[in-house]
């Protein structure tokens, strides 16, 4: 009841007003309250679940929640119930909800029915077909909410190859389905019932088999003894097993037979074949093999071992066999199929299942090409009688150790020799052993003399007293290591003090295998690791490192170590002229010379050039690395000893001034020291200009550039020295450029140049010219056309030790305006004509111009091609029509001089009337008309000589002219008189001996 008017009943207005200024104030709702239940699915399976929930509105919050189920009290205060049966049944939900001032209000009622779980009774079978043939599936479900939607999956390992869809309200279904590719094929079904509930079959299997091939053992054409049984067997590829046979000879029914056939055969000829049926149904009819059966005497084939009944072995097995006959070409017939030939044969299975394989010689009987067979093998290849597996205990192993494996065999309880055969880089070796069926630990030894990657395999040899079988191995894959060698020892100094240095010590070799153990010996402490750093005062060490590998070999280095301080001094750096500390160079190259003394080897020698341009600024030129040494002495000195370096170097200075050298050194255990000094290079001394040897090819002439040399202090002479029989050459000013010819006897030259000054001070250059008569040889071609661009591409074949730097290229054979550019080994070269010469100059390392050329012709634009064919054609037409013309003519007049129109008393009457018989011989017997034609056509005779000649032959009785059965004249020669029985216009009969005696002239 509303408390407000409960107020106003009991009380006055006073009351009331004390009330309000007593009691807390009260919310007041905006609507009445209403409810309702949501719910996801009246239809429910044992064991799914779903979430009931209010949805409330209006009235005062807080609200509580009453639920009802099928009318009682269910238990649940909040504002959702998850409702998850456990029975099935009809379930009606409802809930009363309060709100805080007392108001209430009932939700919609919900009524859920609840069937069983959703289960498979029976599940589908697996089923064996054959290919594009039925199988058949069926499901059958319990429980579940229906109806059902059924999906069928067939599947290829992952690859889905049918998915079919089945709507029913039954609880049982049933699939066919027709496979169209062979294997095992896994099929299942899902379903889904009105509930959303989902239940998937087990995966049962299809094998589908390929359809059944028959083939036949001896097949073709054979020769057997007459009178002795034959034995044939017939085998099926494919199919479902097991098959029913019927054999035929000659069309004679032989049933309830099995796969083997035995058939005694009287002399004569007879057809063998065989019908099979499967067990699915399918049914096919072998080859057929022509069987000769004679008296006469036949070779025999013979084996080196008795083929046995039934003989079984593995994927990984071989037959060896070899067979005997008098006739020499034994050919081997595996499968129906000639697959090898000679005596030996090797029988290696390519497939499961059953085969065959016989051997055979040629043989002639009667005229007819036919095989005398041997006996015929049959082997049922399978997958477990026999196998070996080897497996190793490291895939790495030293040389000369051995290698530990153990063997897993299956050899039917045979005692069998194990081979194994290692290969190390194609160099073989082999061992043995006996083994039985069983596993077992087996030791192969390795050479001491090969290493590299290596294969391990082995096989057995069983022998059955019938044949000799080999069961292979898998093949491993291992390495051969040399074992370890060649221990050193490397030491850095990380670190350094006044008397004590932290050096670290690394170990190296080569070889072995794997986890190898390190122990180091410095001074009789030990250390272990392959690298490590100790803290040692300046000394004299002994220090011993040895290595040790998986397998016990050890390689170790003993060595002695003197550690001292650094480099102590840089002695001496020479020039050319030297002045109070100060190198006044003559030339813009400095000869540099350093003399340095160290306690250890000095390991590098680096160098930076500095140009002194105002004060003590300095601005950097160059720098690198000194590479080597020219000499070293060992000084014996207090406390050790002493290494003395002398290095030799030149640098370039690109100008006049004052420049800083500083030269830093690093010994072997990275210790170092720096020193600078300082440079001058003045013009006041004489400075070579340009000096360019240049190997005239042609005529292996060298070419000195001497007009352009010049010094402050004039030049007396310039000598020249050759390194050849009289090679010294001097030159007077005024200098002019001059030319030296060599003999062509050395592959290269050392010249030297010597420039005398009037103040008696010197400079010099020194070349070494590369020799070669031929100079730089190129393969220069055309490539393509871009445009008004042509693409050259250069090939040179380099001799003498010279490589090609740069070209330039001319359209006219002068270079004076050519600009030298890097080689490259195709150019573009642009051009004005459409056709012409490219020049081309290739200068190489040593200066060698060398000169080629190279012809092109751009091709024409498109639009002229096009008019050129535009023209042509119609040309080319009218020249076709005139030619056809002139042949005619001339053939006419030729036929005229054979044939000619004239009167027969003066033509060779004989001549035509040969040529007329020839004609007539090669049609027959023609029409008349017909033949009038043809002797127009071909030799252009004339109506009258045609009739002169038909009259003149018919005279003679040569020729017959009548009518045939369609009233048509015809024209017969006297010796062949048509047959009344041929249609007309049949040839049949009508050769050049045909109608001889046949007697009787053509029906008139």
């Not at 004569?268 to 057929?288: E, K």
Request: glycine share 8%.
């Amino acid at each position: 009841m509303n408390p407000w008017k409960r107020l106003m009943i009991s009380a006055g207005i006073y009351s009331i007003v004390l009330l309000l200024l007593l009691s807390p104030v009260q919310p007041v709702s905006g609507s009445s309250l209403t409810a309702g239940l949501r719910y996801s699915s009246t239809l429910m399976d044992v064991g799914q679940s779903q979430v009931l929930s209010v949805n409330v509105t209006g009235g005062v919050p807080p609200y509580s929640y009453q639920w009802y189920i099928n009318g009682n009290v269910l238990g649940v205060s909040s504002a959702s119930y998850t409702f998850q049966p456990a029975s099935t049944g009809n379930f009606t939900f409802y809930v009363k909800v309060t709100d805080s001032q007392g108001s209430s209000a009932v939700t919609n009622s919900v009524n859920i029915t609840v069937n069983p779980t959703l289960g498979i009774v029976t599940q589908p079978k697996s089923y064996v077909t054959d290919q594009n043939y039925y199988s058949h599936f069926s499901v059958v479900l319990s429980g579940g909410s229906p109806s059902f939607v059924y999906y069928w999956h067939v599947m290829l390992s992952t690859l889905t190859l049918n998915v079919t869809t089945v709507s029913s309200s039954s609880r049982s279904c049933n699939f066919t389905y027709i496979p169209s590719v062979s294997g095992n094929l896994t099929v299942f079904v899902s379903v889904r019932d009105s509930a959303n509930a989902t239940v998937t079959s087990s995966k049962v299997y299809l094998l589908v088999n390929p359809t059944p091939s028959p083939y036949l053992a001896p097949g073709n054409a054979i020769a057997v003894p007459a009178n002795v049984t034959q034995s044939f067997f017939g085998y099926v590829s494919g199919g479902t097993p097991p098959f029913t046979f019927t054999w035929y000879v000659n069309g004679t029914k032989f049933t309830n037979l099995s796969s083997y056939f035995n058939h005694s055969f009287a002399p004569g000829r007879y057809s063998v074949y065989y019908v099979v049926n499967d067990s699915i149904g399918y049914t096919s009819s072998s080859a057929i093999a022509t069987v000769y059966a004679t008296t006469a005497p036949l070779p025999s084939v013979s084996y080196s071992a008795t083929p046995p009944r039934n003989l079984t072995i593995n994927r990984n097995m071989t037959v060896d066999l070899s067979a005997h006959s008098q006739v020499s070409n034994i050919t081997w017939v595996v499968d129906d199929v000639v697959t090898a030939t000679g005596q030996n044969f090797s029988y290696v299975p390519s497939s499961y299942g059953i085969h065959t394989f016989y051997a055979q010689v040629p043989y002639r009987l009667n005229g007819v090409n036919v095989s005398v067979p041997g006996a015929f093998w049959v082997v049922n290849v399978s997958s477990v009688p026999y196998h070996l597996i080897l497996t190793p205990a490291m895939s790495q192993v030293d040389a000369g150790n051995y290698i530990y494996l153990t063997a897993d065999a299956l050899l039917q309880d045979l005692p069998a020799t194990l081979y194994s055969v290692l290969s190390v880089n194609g160099s073989l070796s082999y061992y043995s052993l006996i083994l039985y069926s069983g596993r077992a630990n087996v030791t192969i030894p390795v050479p001491p003399n090969v290493t590299g990657r290596a294969t391990l395999s082995a096989f057995c040899g069983l022998n059955s007293n019938l044949f000799f079988v080999r069961v292979h191995s898998n093949i491993l894959s291992l390495q051969v290591n040399p074992q370890p060698s060649g221990a050193s020892v490397s030491v850095a100094v990380v670190s350094q003090g006044a008397s004590y240095a932290l050096v670290r010590f690394t170990g190296s070799f080569s070889g072995g295998t794997g986890p190898y153990s390190y122990s180091w010996s410095i001074n009789g402490t030990g250390f272990t690791g392959q690298s490590f750093v100790a803290n040692l005062s300046f000394g004299v060490y002994s220090v011993k490192f040895a290595v040790k590998d998986y397998y016990g070999y050890v390689s170790q280095n003993l060595s002695t170590l003197y550690l001292y301080p650094p480099v102590s001094v840089i002695k001496r750096i020479s020039g050319i002229n030297n002045y109070s500390g100060v190198f006044y160079l003559n030339s813009s190259s400095m000869r540099v010379s350093v003399v340095a003394t160290s306690y250890h080897p000095i390991s590098s020698l680096d160098y930076t050039f500095y140009y002194r341009s105002t004060g003590t600024n300095l601005t950097y030129v160059s720098s690198g690395s000194v590479p080597g040494y020219s000499s070293v002495a060992v000084i014996n000195i207090t406390g050790g000893r002493e290494y003395l370096y002398s290095f030799n170097f030149t640098l370039s200075i690109p100008k006049e001034g004052s420049f800083q050298i500083t030269l830093s050194t690093v010994d072997v255990l990275g210790l170092g020291s720096t020193v600078s000094f300082p440079v001058v290079y003045s013009t006041s001394v004489p400075v070579i200009g340009r000096i360019l040897p240049s190997l005239v090819l042609t005529s292996s002439q060298l070419r000195l550039y001497l007009d352009n040399i010049s010094a402050q202090v004039p030049i007396t002479k310039v000598a020249v020295n050759v390194s050849m029989p009289g090679g010294l050459f001097i030159f007077y000013p005024p200098f002019t450029n001059a030319t030296i010819t060599l003999p062509g006897i050395s592959s290269f030259y050392n010249v030297t140049v010597v420039v005398y000054q009037a103040n008696g001070l010197t400079a010099s250059q020194s070349y070494r010219i590369y020799l070669d008569l031929n100079g730089i040889q190129f393969t220069a071609s055309v490539v393509s056309y871009n445009g008004n661009e042509v693409v050259i591409s250069l090939s040179p074949a380099v001799a003498g030790g010279v490589t090609p730097v740069f070209y330039r290229v001319s359209t006219t054979g002068d270079f004076s305006g050519s600009v030298w550019k890097p080689f490259m080994s195709s150019i573009s070269v642009p051009v004005n004509s459409g056709s012409g010469t490219i020049y081309i100059q290739v200068m190489d390392s040593a200066g060698v111009i060398t000169q080629y050329s190279v012809k092109y012709a751009l091709p024409a634009p498109l639009y002229i091609q096009y008019l050129w064919l535009i023209v042509s054609l119609p040309l080319a037409l009218v020249f076709l029509i005139i030619l056809s013309y002139a042949l005619r003519s001339h053939r006419r007049r030729v036929i005229s001089s054979r044939f000619g129109s004239v009167d027969l008393s003066t033509v060779e009457q004989s001549q035509k009337e040969r040529y007329f018989m020839e004609e007539l011989a090669r049609e027959g017997s023609p029409r008349l008309k017909d033949f009038r034609r043809l002797l127009k056509s071909k030799y252009g005779i004339t109506d009258r000589d045609f009739d002169s000649l038909v009259n003149s032959l018919a005279d003679k009785k040569k020729i017959m002219v009548a009518t045939d059965e369609e009233k048509k004249a015809r024209i017969y020669p006297v010796l062949q008189e048509p047959e009344p029985q041929s249609p007309p216009g049949s040839r049949e009969g009508q050769g050049p001996d045909a109608g001889a005696g046949s007697g009787g002239p053509p029906p008139s």
